[in-house]
C-alpha cells in the first residue's frame, strides 16, 4: 500500500472516533425536573464556549436528539469543539414556559429558565467551559425561549440566534390556554412601540447596565403557526435594547438564498448588534434552520463579530449556492475591512477590495485574512486550498503575514503551497487538514452527512471521508512515520 492510502487509510480509521452525549444529574436546583443532556464534542476546544441548544414543542425528550453528533447544532460543536448543554421540556406538549413571571425575571425561582441557568452554572464550573462565552439557539418555541434567556440573563450570554421565535414576553401580553400557549401573541395579536417591547426586557434585571448580548433572528415569510408579524415586533424590541436604529444599516436581497432578504443593524462601531434573515416563501415546519449561519453569527466558530456590509439598500446580491449556505463563515456580503464590500461571501477572492486597492487577491489586516468565501482567523484552514496559521495565508501566490501582504513568495498550484517557496502540481493541502493527491480542495461544508465531492478527501485513488481527521491527523502521521522508518531499518537488516 502507498504511504498516501496508508495515510488516508489510517486517518479515516481515527475519525470513526465521535462526540458523545451524556445525561446531567445533580448539577443544581431544577425545580421542574428538566432532563439535561451534555454533548462533548470529539475534541473539544482549549476552554471551550458553550451553548444552550433548545427543541421545539412536541418533541419528547428532545433535549437528547439535539444534543446528537448529528443534529443541527451537534454538527457544528463536533467541527468547533464547543460544549453543548439540551435541556428538556416537560409539560404536556414538550413547549418552552415562555409567559410566567418567574421566567421573565433574573433568578425568578421555580421555573423552566432555573433548571436551565443551573445546568449552565455546572458545565462552566465543572467542563472548564469559558463563562465569557454562553450563547443559546432553537427553533419554535425554542426560539422563544432564547429570547427569554438573553432577555432574563444578560449578564451570561454572549449572543443567541432564535429560529420561528417571539419577542421576549409577548406570551405574557395574552391570555395562556392550559397548554400554556398564547394565540394572542402567536397570531401576530401583539403589537407595540420598540421602547414599550425593550422596557419588558429591560424589567427581567433593572439594575444590569452591561452589555447585552446579540441576536440572530430567522423566520418565514408564510408562517401561520408563530406568525411573521412577530418578526417585526422582535426587530423593533432587540434594535431598542441594543441601542441600534430600527432601521437597518445593511439589507440584502437574495441573501443565502433566492429571494430571502436580510437585513442588519450595527452600532456606531460597525458591529451588528442584531441580524434578521426573513425566509421568502417558508412556513413553520419547513423554516431552514442554518446552523452553520448561527454559529458564524455568534462567534462559535472563532470569528469575531461580523462588521456590517455596508450593502446599499435593496441591492441585490447574488445567491450562494446551496453547499456556501451551510458553509463555515460564509456572510454573503460581509465587511472585509474598514467597511469593505465582498460581495457573493466574506471576502471571498475575486471579490475582495484589499487595503491598497489591489482586486482580486487576499485580504489581510492584523492577522485576519478572508479567503476563498471563508472568513478565517489566525490558525484556521480555510477551503480553497488556503493555509492560515498564526496570521499568515497563502493563496494565488501571495503570501500574507502578519497583516502585511507581499508577492514574490510561497507559490501555489492547484491549491498546494510549499513553505519552501517552491510550487507543485496536482495535489493540495484541504480544508480542516484532510489529504489531498491528485484531487480537488472540499470545501468544508457541514451541510449534509453522505460523502460528496464536498466533504471528502482523496488521496491517489483512496477514499476518505471529512469528519474529524484533522483532529487525530497528528498521531496518525506518528505511526506512518513509524511503519516507514521500521521498514527502512528491516530492509537494511535485509
Known amino acids: 500500500m502507498g504511504l498516501a492510502c496508508l495515510l488516508a487509510t489510517t486517518m479515516a480509521a481515527s ?80 413547549c418552552w414556559d415562555v409567559h410566567s413571571t418567574a421566567d421573565l425575571t433574573h433568578d425568578g425561582k421555580g421555573s423552566d429558565v432555573e433548571g436551565i441557568m443551573s445546568a449552565v452554572t455546572y458545565v462552566i464550573a465543572n467542563k472548564n467551559a469559558d463563562a465569557n462565552r454562553v450563547y443559546a439557539a432553537g427553533y419554535s418555541s425554542g426560539g422563544m425561549m432564547t429570547q427569554v434567556l ?61 452589555t447585552r448580548p446579540r441576536i440572530q433572528l430567522w423566520h418565514g415569510s408564510i ?51 442584531v441580524e434578521a434573515i426573513q425566509e421568502t416563501g417558508k412556513g413553520h415546519g419547513d423554516l431552514t434552520v442554518n446552523g452553520a449561519e448561527a ?23 447574488p445567491p450562494d449556492s446551496a453547499s456556501k449556505t451551510d458553509s463555515a463563515g460564509n456572510t454573503g456580503g460581509s465587511t ?36 476563498g468565501g471563508t472568513l478565517m482567523t489566525g490558525g484556521f484552514l ?12 497563502v493563496t494565488g501566490g501571495a503570501l500574507a503575514t502578519g497583516g502585511v501582504v507581499r508577492t514574490g513568495g510561497t507559490s501555489s498550484s492547484g491549491g498546494v503551497t510549499q513553505a519552501d517557496g517552491s510550487s507543485r502540481t496536482g495535489g493540495a493541502m484541504a480544508a480542516g487538514g484532510s489529504a489531498h493527491a491528485g484531487g480537488s480542495v472540499p470545501s468544508d461544508s457541514s451541510s449534509t452527512s453522505q460523502p460528496t465531492a464536498g466533504n471528502k478527501a482523496t488521496a491517489g485513488g483512496c477514499s476518505v471521508a471529512r469528519g474529524n481527521a484533522n483532529r487525530s491527523a497528528p498521531a496518525s502521521l506518528l505511526l506512518v512515520l513509524g511503519i516507514v522508518i521500521a521498514t527502512g531499518r528491516w530492509r537494511a537488516r535485509k
Open 336 to 371: 472585509a475591512t474598514g467597511g469593505t464590500r465582498a460581495a457573493g461571501g466574506a471576502g471571498g477572492t475575486g471579490a475582495v477590495t484589499a487595503s491598497g486597492g489591489t482586486t482580486g487577491g487576499v485580504l489581510a489586516s492584523g492577522g485576519v485574512n478572508v479567503a
Open 382 to 393: 480555510s477551503s480553497g486550498g488556503v493555509l492560515s496559521s498564526g496570521g499568515a495565508s
Open 295 to 317: 454559529v458564524r453569527f455568534m462567534g462559535l466558530d472563532g470569528s469575531n463579530p461580523v462588521p456590517d456590509a455596508g450593502v446599499a439598500k435593496d441591492s441585490a446580491v
Open 150 to 210: 438573553l432577555g432574563s440573563y444578560p449578564d451570561v450570554f454572549k449572543a443567541g440566534a432564535a429560529f420561528a421565535g417571539v419577542p421576549f414576553a409577548c406570551f405574557a401580553q395574552g391570555s395562556i390556554d392550559s397548554l400554556g400557549w398564547s394565540t394572542t401573541c402567536a397570531t401576530g395579536n401583539v403589537t407595540k412601540s420598540g421602547a414599550q417591547w425593550g422596557d419588558l426586557v429591560r424589567a427581567a434585571y433593572p439594575g444590569f447596565t452591561g
Open 15 to 94: 475519525s470513526a472516533l465521535a462526540g458523545t452525549t451524556s445525561s446531567l444529574t445533580n448539577f443544581g436546583s431544577n425545580p421542574k425536573s428538566l432532563p439535561m443532556y451534555l454533548f462533548t464534542p470529539t475534541t473539544v476546544a482549549a476552554k471551550p464556549p458553550l451553548l444552550v441548544a433548545l427543541h421545539a414543542c412536541h418533541a419528547q425528550d428532545g433535549g437528547k436528539s439535539t444534543c446528537a453528533q448529528g443534529s443541527t447544532f451537534g454538527q457544528q460543536a463536533e467541527k468547533y469543539g464547543f460544549l453543548m448543554v439540551c435541556p428538556s421540556a416537560v409539560s404536556s406538549d414538550q
Open 223 to 273: 408562517d401561520t403557526t408563530v406568525a411573521f408579524h412577530n418578526f417585526a415586533e422582535a426587530i423593533k424590541q432587540w434594535t431598542n435594547v441594543l441601542g441600534v436604529s430600527e432601521t437597518p444599516t445593511s439589507t440584502e436581497d437574495n441573501a443565502l438564498q433566492s429571494g430571502w432578504i436580510r437585513t442588519r443593524y450595527a452600532d456606531s462601531a460597525g458591529v451588528v448588534q
